[in-house]
């Protein structure tokens, strides 16, 4: 066989694991920092006046596009020089960003390019972002929509990146509808709207998570909020100050259900950020019957809520999962579907076209994974029926999917056989060190990293 033509199309010099059956975890762990605030503190710390210290920040490939796109505008950010140091983000006010020299190159992170779309198109200077083959596949015209609406010039190829963004020559508040509940959508105006004349405002379909407006907040913005409405008027100024990253429960969540499925001494996952628009994870885990107890931590006025997070193993059974559970738990889908494949009973999910659009079409992926270990699975356009069962040993093709390549993990605590998981390496976009974190749980891990 030659090294670009195993069966999947998959050359043998990529990254991959070898995950061994029927593992086990249990102890207590960490999770690194959330990448949805991480990616904000980058951003709201670049146009703050003053420094802004960072605790926690995941340093993973997504946010380091977003501190290296920040730094390509003239920003200082000092990364930490020992382990538990801080970062530091030495901020230019809302003006002083200034042109970078190239395009900037967010890699496969649809936040930095969603997020930095709103910022940029504020700026006195022209830019252009692109990203690697999965981002230039995703649509960026749910935020060049709004944005253009603004007066932003805006063009993408074809409704994709790359995304030429003009300098601006002035933006206005809107009002604004969102088609569908997304917190890239919503964060990109309001990013805007910190320079638009008037008052701008989002109102979503549903509830999406709420990182951008509680961080304005915290940097001195005035943020109006009722019900699935937001709205800003450009500040003054922000002003620059501490930020302490709870640990991602997007991450925490392949630990949960690893546990459930495998943990027969329980596992706890340690400072956990829990933010109600993000927990959605737990409210579907705890219908299909996962025992999991919360117990909030002290936090101080203005961060985010933590708490330590104990699972014990449970019998999972199938539940509906409709529309309105899809915004909270958007990011879980992977790992959630994995779950109703080793639950009792049939699981529905409906409503949740959206996975289509995320860095791989994951109702195709998550189908095509879930029957590579012999789950019986039915594709619908919007979401999947999922008839739970045995799962045997199998090679699951991620396609470069961070969730999917870590879901499929843990679907091999309960395999019959060994799971190959191909194309791994953008794992380290959301998870840096996730296989030695899964191995120090119990997990037997082989990682070829590919050349
Ligand atoms: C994110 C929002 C979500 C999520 C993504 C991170 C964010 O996207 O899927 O991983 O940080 O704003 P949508 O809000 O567009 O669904």
């Known amino acids: 066989m030659s090294k670009s033509d195993d069966k999947q199309g998959i050359p043998e010099s990529q990254a991959s ?35 802004t210290e960072i605790e926690g920040l995941l340093a993973s490939q997504d946010c380091l596009a977003t501190a290296a796109a920040i730094r390509a505008m003239g920003v200082r950010v000092d990364a930490p020089k020992a382990e538990g140091d801080c970062w530091y983000v030495h901020g230019v006010g809302l003006r002083g960003l200034k042109r970078p020299t190239e395009n900037l190159d967010l890699g496969n992170s649809g936040t930095s390019m969603r997020l930095l779309t709103g910022l940029l198109c504020a700026q006195d200077f022209a830019t252009t972002l692109v990203g690697d083959e999965s981002l230039m596949k995703r649509p960026m015209e749910r935020v060049a929509l709004p944005l253009r609406q603004m007066g932003a010039r805006i063009t993408t190829s074809d409704g994709r990146p790359p995304v030429y963004i003009e300098r601006n020559r002035g933006l206005k508040g809107i009002d604004y509808h969102a088609p ?7 964060s990109a105006i309001l990013l805007a709207g910190l320079y638009a004349r008037g008052v701008t405002r989002v109102t979503e379909p549903g509830i999406s998570r709420d990182h951008t407006e509680r961080m304005l907040a915290s940097f001195g913005v005035v943020v109006c909020r009722k019900g699935l409405t937001v709205e800003i008027e450009a500040p003054a100024s922000l002003r620059a100050g501490r930020i302490v990253v709870p640990g991602d429960l997007s991450s925490a969540a392949f630990f949960m259900v690893g546990a459930c499925l495998a943990s027969d001494r329980g596992l706890t996952l340690r400072k956990i950020g829990v933010n109600p628009t993000r927990t959605g994870v737990i409210d579907i885990l705890r219908k299909m019957g996962a025992k999991i107890d919360i117990a909030m931590l002290p936090t101080r006025i203005g961060e985010e809520p933590v708490a330590d997070i104990r699972v014990a193993k449970s019998r999972l059974h199938g539940i509906d999962i409709v529309a309105a559970d899809v915004a909270l738990a958007i990011d879980e889908f992977p790992i959630l579907m994995v779950a109703a494949a080793c639950a009792d009973g049939v699981t529905r999910v409906s409503g949740a076209e959206e996975l289509r659009v995320k860095e791989s079409d994951r109702i195709t992926t998550v189908v095509d994974g879930l029957r590579a270990l012999g789950a019986k699975v039915e594709e619908k356009a919007d979401g999947m029926v999922v008839i739970g069962g045995a799962l045997h040993g199998g090679e699951v093709n991620s396609q470069g999917d961070h969730r999917i390549a870590m879901a499929f993990t843990m679907a091999s605590l309960m395999a019959a056989g060994a799971v190959r998981i191909l194309d791994t390496s953008n794992v380290a976009t959301s998870f840096p060190g996730f296989v030695d974190h899964a191995a120090r749980l119990g997990m037997k891990i082989v990682e070829n990293r590919g050349e």
């Open 180 to 186: 569908v509940a997304s917190a890239q959508i919503k």
């Open 17 to 51: 694991y070898l995950v061994e059956p029927a593992g086990q975890l249990a102890g207590e762990s960490s999770v690194p920092g959330d990448k949805s605030i991480s990616h904000r503190s980058l951003m709201l710390g670049a146009i703050a006046e003053g420094v």
